[in-house]
């Protein structure tokens, strides 16, 4: 038998043990591989991958289940291909990573890993019944496919639900090459107008009348079509130009040219003569390409596509809300392209710190993200876009505390949103308290493009343009209803550059908009480029406005005393809220102070406004309601002298050396850290940029 020196034998040893414990690192701390081609009872490696993201979720939760997961924390790699979702996929606190041992879902580098919540459509053939060919448009025929979604296995049909002011839901949809397509509506684009609004006798009106039938005149010769078509419904904006809503066709009139919406128990419509809508939902409207209609009756899908069916897949939507995160902590979901689904792609409620990073998302019936209470959740570097609703919406923290949530959106480009619900379905919403907003590119969206109410939320560095073209009465950065108050205060709105802004029609809109004596906003260091009206104070206190370039926009700014008139209501409920806050006990009366002696200072009095060291260039400077004048500090504006740019605006905004205003304090704006940046986080760059206010 060989003997070898204490220290060989020493050195084997150890040898032996670093061998054994490298291997045990390697199991241990790795990551889980998943494929299109994959099997569930496989190892999850990257030779034998698992098929669902369920397997590795379970896996890495039983690992979770028998002790602490490795430092580093869990990897769960998604091959490149189309994982079909054919329900939601759901992570729980059980599913939670560590801030030192976190679990990240990813896509594999170079690859696009999709997760799709709808079903491909297959089987079309073109349709040759006589009586469905009849219902149709003359130029149709010929040329709509028909598909059997029951025969496919597609049996949840469900169409327009929870139809309310500002928002419905639209249900099972359909896309072609990875767009919407058109739900078979009159007119293809724009509306009918209502030629008279009816009262109960019959007899038209000028004005406004509410009846529960909402009865109405439209000269529009296609009404005759829509007689006994079942299932139509009329997407209006009835009253206001800010206020839509869906409602369902009662009955047409084709001879006395009146339409009638159908009746609800106990409830009264109100219209006004000259609004305007459109039908949806109507077969014999399918008279363009990319429109399309299902009867749900004999579950048949009837399509014109605008190319050819080989061209592309056909993709109906089927799973709701596809990934739903509860009470769920350091989890990241990295580099997924997320699609096609009904409700929104990611619900994240409760839980901490979960990440939606570099993802692209889009087709989605309501919203991209939504989150829902918890602490420090982010979404970051994403594409946004064809949503039916919002973007991300963003809620947490706690009034009465004014404990902040840390929520944030950051570096992501949304663009394309509220396809389905035009207004008030906010490309970023910021509820809550200490949420944040910053160096986003937004554009194309038909309303708000950041909204924002509670205490403290930061909108910095964010570029918008192309916004709140289907409304007046909003704002790009807008105070989201409902009842805006005095207490909502503390907010940061710095370093944005808003641009190309203008209204329904031209006819005017608000680059940011306090509505309703919201109060307390810093609006400093922005840049307002060729928007109708810039800053638009309603009523409210407190409001500084400083250092900001108003450039070529119809109005630098409008401040009212509307508390004072026709806005008086908001003391009532504004009063209540601050007894319920408890407004003079900390934290709320050490951090706003100013609120202590509110309520014995002419609350209702837009006091404590102030409007210094502003550049006003190539536009009006603003108007001031005479019952705010006296209210208003102005101090230091440079207002219709040319301040010397050292190139053109919008391609340069810097100033030169001699600017006049040097010698006012004005602060150079840092215009080259606004809007998006390049980072490994970026789904894509460079971003994609258009100037043109639509499609």
């Known amino acids: 038998m060989e003997h070898r020196p204490l220290w060989q034998e020493v050195l084997r040893i150890l040898t032996s043990i670093a061998v054994v414990l490298l291997g045990v690192g390697s199991t241990q701390a790795g990551t889980y591989h998943v494929a299109p081609n994959g099997n569930d009872a496989n190892s999850g490696t990257k030779d034998k991958p698992f098929a669902s993201l369920e397997r590795a979720r379970d896996e890495i939760r039983r690992r979770r289940a028998s002790g602490p997961l490795p430092a580093g924390g869990m990897t769960v790699e998604l091959s490149g291909g189309v994982y079909k979702l054919s329900r939601p996929f759901e992570l729980t606190a059980a599913d939670s990573g560590t801030e030192n041992a976190p679990i990240v879902y990813r896509a594999r580098r170079g690859e696009t890993a999709r997760l799709v919540g709808g079903r491909v459509v297959t089987r079309w053939k073109q349709v040759t019944d006589p009586a469905i060919l009849k219902r149709m448009d003359p130029a149709a025929r010929g040329k709509v496919w028909q598909a059997d979604l029951k025969a496919l296995g597609i049996t949840d049909l469900t169409g327009i639900g929870n139809a309310g002011v500002y928002q419905s839901d639209p249900g099972l949809e359909l896309f072609f090459q990875d767009r919407p397509m058109t739900l078979a509506r009159y007119p293809n684009s724009g509306y009918i107008h209502i030629a008279s609004a009816l009262d109960a006798g019959g007899a038209r009106k000028t004005g406004r009348v509410s009846i529960p039938d909402g009865k109405f005149i439209c000269d529009d010769p296609r009404l005759a079509r829509w007689a006994g078509e079942k299932g139509i419904w009329l997407h209006g904006f009835w009253v206001w130009d800010w206020a839509d809503q869906r409602i369902p066709l009662g009955s047409v009139d084709a001879t006395a040219h009146t339409i009638s919406l159908a009746p609800r128990p106990g409830h009264t419509y109100t219209i006004r003569t000259g609004q305007w809508f459109y039908a949806e939902n109507v077969l014999p409207e399918l008279d363009s390409p990319r429109e399309w209609y299902l009867d749900r009756d004999t579950s048949i899908l009837y399509f014109w596509p605008p190319a050819s069916l080989s061209s592309g897949k056909a993709v109906v939507s089927v799973v709701r809300d596809l990934l739903r995160l509860n009470d769920v902590s350091n989890v990241t979901l990295r580099g997924l392209l997320i699609e096609a689904g009904r409700g929104s792609a990611v619900v994240v409620k409760g839980g901490g710190n979960v990440r939606v990073v570099a993802c692209t998302i889009r087709n989605m019936g309501n919203w991209a993200v939504r989150v829902h209470g918890g602490t420090k959740h982010g979404v970051v570097g994403c594409d946004i876009y064809q949503t039916g609703q919002g973007g991300i919406h963003l809620e947490g923290g706690d009034r009465k505390t004014l404990t902040p949530a840390g929520h944030y959106a950051d570096n992501n480009h949304i663009h394309h949103t509220a396809r389905w619900d035009p207004v008030y379905q906010q490309a970023i919403a910021l509820f809550g308290v200490g949420n944040r907003a910053t160096h986003n590119l937004i554009d194309h969206v038909p309303h708000v493009a950041i909204g924002f109410s509670g205490n403290e939320q930061r909108i910095e560095y964010n570029e918008i343009h192309a916004a709140v073209f289907q409304s007046n009465d909003a704002g790009a950065i807008y105070t989201s209803p409902p009842d805006e108050t005095w207490s909502m205060r503390g907010h940061k709105i710095r370093f944005n550059y808003l641009h190309d802004i203008h209204g329904f029609k031209g006819k005017g ?142 391609a340069d905004f810097r100033l030169k050396p001699d600017s006049p205003v040097r010698k006012l304090d004005f602060r150079p704006i840092p215009f080259e850290k606004i809007g998006l940046y390049k980072s490994n986080d970026r789904a894509s760059w460079p971003a994609k940029r258009t100037r043109k206010q639509r499609d």
Request: glycine letters at 12%; a negative charge; aromatic letters at 10%.
């Open 509 to 650: 809109c608000i680059g940011v908009y306090l509505d309703d004596c919201f109060s307390s906003a810093e609006i400093s260091g922005n840049i307002f480029y060729d928007v109708a009206t810039a800053i638009l104070i309603g009523g409210g206190r407190d409001n500084i406005m400083t250092n900001n370039m108003f450039i070529n926009c119809g109005r630098a700014f409008s401040i009212d005393a509307r508390g004072l008139g026709w806005a008086k209501g908001v003391g009532v409920f504004a009063t209540k809220e601050l007894m319920d806050l408890n407004y003079k006990q900390p934290p709320w009366s050490v951090r706003y102070p100013e609120l202590l002696n509110i309520l014995e200072d002419e609350p209702l009095a837009p006091k404590g406004n102030v409007m210094a060291r502003n550049i006003c260039w190539g536009g009006h400077w603003g108007s001031t309601q005479d019952k705010a004048r006296p209210h208003v500090k102005f101090e230091d504006n440079l207002i219709g002298v040319d301040p010397l740019f050292a190139g053109k605006p919008p």
